[in-house]
């Protein structure tokens, strides 16, 4: 008898053009040992077909992920999860307590409307 496979528990949709994203979800992959996220790059060809509720253009500026209910969740939300999920980085959790949490989006905010600069910047040899 084959053993079914379950769903992800979410789909986490990253820019895989963005250096400091490809290394963040090469770690997420090594640590999700029980495939309880599915990746999918927002560059693939197939991807405004495969899921066209997302906007193209609002994933390259914030994170994306979408969960087993088919709920769209964004930018820390996406990363606190991915990371529980795994069962790494537990620390984050201290970034959404609530008297954080503003500060957490904030950072957030600047990072991912910035994130190119700041990929080049920490990446040059």
């Known amino acids: 008898m084959k053993k079914e496979k379950k769903p992800a528990e979410l789909i986490l949709f990253f820019d895989g053009k963005c250096p400091l994203c490809t290394k963040e979800i090469a770690l997420l992959k090594r640590y999700d040992k029980n495939a309880k996220i599915q990746f999918e790059d927002i560059n ?6 495969k899921f066209p509720f997302i906007d193209l253009q609002e994933a390259r500026n914030v994170l994306h992920g979408q969960l087993l209910d088919g709920t769209v969740i964004t930018g820390m939300d996406v990363t606190f999860m991915a990371w529980d999920l795994v069962k790494h ?17 904030w950072v957030y905010q600047i990072f991912a409307r910035h994130r190119s600069k700041i990929a080049n910047f920490l990446t040059k040899k």
């Open 89 to 105: 980085h537990r620390w984050l959790k201290l970034l959404n307590l609530p008297l954080v949490r503003p500060l957490t989006d």
């Open 44 to 49: 693939s060809r197939s991807f405004e077909t």
